[in-house]
């Protein structure tokens, strides 16, 4: 598959028929890759997908038929499937279940992102509810949400605004964890109370272990995928594609009852396999919206520093995440690894304030982002530029 990433920037350009239609492919696309849950459900869940997505199409479209659909999800890409006029979009490109039948990349993204039914796909609940609880427990979940709207922004904010109700240091100390260590051995957890207290840690899930095993990405150390290829063997990948692309992909085996990992990759260095029993890990929405962009801070605060520069990570009681200085200059560094116009406008109309002179960066893979977001964030006085930009401009300095 393209290294594409279908973000809700590209969904906003999509209208609304076209927006339920998706809705109900990817959730049908889902449930048709998931091994778990009883036959009988799965296929009902088809059939209501099958029904929205006709009534998405209207009186007067021509919706797939019942297996003219199953059989696009498994093969064509998003955009056979939409209603109406192709928009731009790359998400028209993608396709959502790879040859094998199992989930895309953007299948995982979009389910996050899918209606309230996507709580009904087996095996993906568990990261969904366990979202939910976490955010309904800080007093962030409005009713009837479309979690879409609530996502990358909304939980980012409640999570650190609450860490930082413990003072600084415990923020600091929260924040840092939750990026370098997205799993804990259960009898570390004693050691991280705040932690344990707000409840983002839990059970290993059932879609990132097999015969009862887990094992770390070599890259970001949260829990690979792990697709079972038939009953004595499976593939373990991460859910980040670029670091599948850097050789975050092993196949997992047994020959003598011992099971063992073989790179599928350029990494070459095994990572453990570890009994689920015993560990706990973020869940999928935590992982992706404060891991994943916790390692971009982390890794520019090195560069910066390298560059020169005065660098203070996650200022506290502050909007953004890196406070920068060199030579009579500042930075006042805003870290989005997602390309989300309309969710990082909800945020800044929220704190007008913090917004001005504001740099906001995104990962040089999403640099065909950076003229929306301008567009859209102009207006608050913040400018967009990619990691590889910033170090440039501080290294100049
Ligand atoms: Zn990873």
Redesign the pocket.
Same mark, same amino acid.
């Given at each position: 598959m393209l290294a594409l990433e279908a973000t809700p920037a590209e969904i906003d350009e999509l209208d609304q028929c076209q927006r339920d239609a998706l809705d109900a492919c990817v959730i049908a696309a889902m449930t048709l890759c998931t091994r778990e849950g009883d036959a009988r459900g799965r296929a009902r869940l088809l059939m209501e997908c099958h029904g929205r997505y006709t009534r998405s199409w209207g009186v007067f479209g021509k919706a797939a038929s019942f297996p003219a659909f199953l059989n696009q999800l498994q093969s064509a890409p998003v955009g056979a499937l939409l209603p109406g006029p192709a928009s731009w979009s790359e998400i028209w490109e993608v396709r959502l279940l790879e040859n094998d039948g199992t989930a895309t990349a953007t299948l995982t993204r979009l389910i996050m992102e899918a209606s309230g039914q996507a709580h009904e796909v087996p095996g993906l609940s568990a990261d969904l509810r366990h979202l939910h609880s976490v955010l309904r427990a800080l007093g962030k979940l409005p009713p009837g949400a479309r979690l879409a709207r609530i996502a990358a922004e909304a939980v980012q904010h409640a999570v650190f605004r609450t860490l930082q109700q413990a003072g600084f240091a415990a923020y600091t100390e929260g924040r840092r964890t939750l990026v370098n260590e997205p799993v804990l051995g259960r009898r570390a957890l004693s050691r991280y109370a705040l932690l344990t207290d707000l409840g983002v840690y839990t059970g290993i899930s059932p879609v990132r272990q097999f015969a009862s095993q887990w094992a770390p !990405?070599p890259? !970001?150390?949260?829990t690979?995928r792990a697709t079972p290829r038939g009953r004595h063997s499976a593939e373990l990948a !991460?859910?980040?594609e670029r670091?599948r692309q850097r050789g975050?992909r092993f196949k997992m085996e047994s020959d003598d009852g011992q099971w063992r990992l073989k790179p599928l990759g350029e990494i070459r260095e095994k990572p453990e396999l570890r009994p689920v029993e015993g560990w706990i890990a973020l869940s999928y929405g935590l992982w992706q919206w404060i891991t994943i962009p916790g390692l971009l801070e982390i890794d520019l605060e090195a560069l910066v520093h390298g560059a020169g520069a005065d660098v203070r990570l996650w200022p506290f009681g502050d909007s953004y995440d890196l406070h920068i200085t060199k030579n009579g200059i500042t930075w006042r560094v805003d870290v989005k690894t997602w390309a989300d116009p309309q969710g990082i406008a909800e945020q800044m109309r929220a704190d007008p304030e913090g917004c001005s002179g504001l740099t906001v960066v995104i990962p040089e893979h999403l640099r065909g982002y950076t003229a929306v977001l301008n567009r859209v964030l102009g207006p608050f006085g913040a400018r967009v530029i990619t990691d590889l930009d910033l170090v440039v401009e501080v290294r100049a300095a």
């Open positions: !990405c890259l !970001c150390k949260w690979m !991460c859910e980040d670091h975050a």
